[in-house]
């Protein structure tokens, strides 16, 4: 969902266990400021170890006279197309492959190209046409009937109005402090020192885990290209040990995306939501609300700025008999961003920067949060044995500041707790067959806070097999 769906698994599950969690409205500046240096950085970065714009204008044209020169030469044209569509002139680069399949029709590999270049161009119907073309005859490698497959498949899908995206994920999780306790048991209790119940201090557990995504657009059909999304998302995970911490999410958004302009990649999206957490094998939490969201899309850059309310309510239970203290309300702005690099191929950057206002009954529950998150997800193509399989590595870095309101009595009565995070880590996903796949993930996270009984680590590790369609 949204521009981190390389990591979908790691956004499903971490959306639901921070969901009633928050940042610091002092922080605002350095957020924004560390994510438009994240993002200057790295396309400058990249902008200097490869040709400028200007410079793969200039090797275009060179390299055009010389197909005028050269008109059967096909390493001259595929060269010429290769510029052209990092230029994102993709009607020159299908120029330049038309006239070498007019010299040679056994060109498997550049008819697979031209059904990618009109795939991008929205033209699905050329698209499947040109990689049907690809798969004819004897002498095809196996990668491109693997690739063509795929791509077969999500034509038929984009050409039908109603277009359907699901991911899944089942397997194991362990980490270090899975009850997010302190590291010790002296602690601050009615401003004093204490010693906290053992049961309460830093404790590992693996849990089983099992996450999914489903997306349905309908397509309007019309000139604007406007359609209605609807997204739900589920996450469960039961731990061997302790089970009260046990955490089932289940949450929807429905909401029209209308164009605006003509072909100015821009749209806007309203949507109205809902969810419901369960906690311990019980119901914890239910939240409804809405939000608008942007999104501007060029070959370069996609960016989506958005702000979102959402009306909380808790329910007590055993296991937490205080819950209802946090019954509020949030409001979350939002800026998602990605694009690729120009250093190396097959390497994005995606970016989220967020601040959070939430309001509670009691008011050291209160707080405001802010956030950042960054991550290179980097793709190959044909790792190990099956050269048409794909293989993403994602690193993955972030942190969070947060100031609470009010402080507890019950812990220090004169002191307003703040906390800042930070987390770091990668995943994997591999695919084995078609849209069978594994993913792994590593991370770990540092709290510091200026309550002692607050400060916390954390290392994870979880991995299973995944599909997607």
Not at 96 to 115: C, H, I, S, T, W
Not at 138 to 160: G, H, I, L, Y
Not at 302 to 315: H, L, Q, T, V
Request: aromatic share 14%; glycine share 8%.
């Amino acid at each position: 969902m949204g521009v981190f769906q390389g990591v979908a698994g790691r956004n499903v599950c971490f959306s639901a266990m921070r969901l009633f969690r928050c940042g610091s409205a002092r922080a605002r500046c350095l957020i924004s400021a560390a994510f438009a240096a994240g993002v200057l950085v790295s396309t400058s970065v990249t902008a200097q170890a490869e040709p400028s714009k200007e410079e793969l204008k200039s090797q275009e044209r060179a390299l055009f006279k010389q197909t005028l020169i050269q008109p059967n030469n096909l390493d001259i044209a595929f060269k010429y197309s290769e510029v052209a569509t990092k230029l994102g002139d993709f009607e020159a680069a299908i120029g330049a492959l038309e006239r070498m399949l007019f010299y040679n029709q056994d060109l498997p590999r550049v008819k697979l190209e031209l059904g990618l270049l009109y795939f991008r161009l929205g033209s699905y119907e050329q698209a499947k046409s040109y990689f049907n073309a690809a798969v004819t005859g004897p002498n095809v490698p196996p990668e491109v009937r693997e690739r063509v497959a795929v791509f077969v498949r999500e034509t038929e899908r984009r050409v039908s109005p109603n277009q359907f995206s699901f991911y899944a994920q089942t397997g194991f999780r362990f980490q270090t402090n899975a009850n997010a306790g302190p590291g010790n048991a002296f602690i601050r209790a009615l401003g004093q020192d204490a010693v906290l119940d053992s049961r309460f201090v830093r404790r590992s557990d693996t849990n089983w885990f099992a996450l999914s995504s489903f997306r349905h657009v309908y397509d309007f059909e019309n000139q604007r290209g406007d359609t209605f999304e609807t997204n739900v998302s589920t996450y469960y995970a039961r731990q061997f040990k302790l089970s009260a911490l046990n955490l089932g999410f289940v949450e929807i958004d429905a909401g029209p995306r209308l164009a605006i302009g003509e072909n100015a990649g821009l749209s806007i999206r309203p949507y109205v939501l809902g969810n419901e957490v369960g906690l311990g094998d019980r119901q914890y939490a239910l939240s409804g609300g809405g939000g608008v969201s942007l999104a501007w899309t060029t070959p370069y850059l996609e960016i989506a700025p958005g702000i979102e309310f959402r009306k909380r309510e808790y329910s007590n239970t055993p296991d937490y008999p205080t819950a209802r203290e946090q019954l509020g309300q949030q409001i979350i702005g939002y800026v998602s961003a990605a694009g690729p690099t120009v250093m190396i191929d097959n390497l994005r950057w995606q970016a989220r920067v967020s601040a959070v206002d939430s309001t509670a009954k009691q008011a050291y529950y209160s707080y405001q949060q802010v956030a950042f998150d960054f991550s290179l997800p980097y793709e190959v193509q044909g790792f190990a044995i099956q050269k048409g399989r794909k293989l993403t590595i994602a690193p993955f870095a972030g942190f969070s500041l947060t100031d609470y309101a009010r402080p507890n009595a019950l812990i220090e009565p004169t002191v307003t707790r703040s906390d800042t995070e930070y987390r770091f880590g990668g995943a994997l996903d591999m695919q084995l067959y078609e849209a069978v796949g594994f993913g792994v993930q590593v991370q770990y996270g540092r709290i510091y806070s200026n309550i002692k009984n607050y400060r916390t680590s954390n290392f994870l590790v979880s991995g299973g097999p995944n599909v997607r369609f």
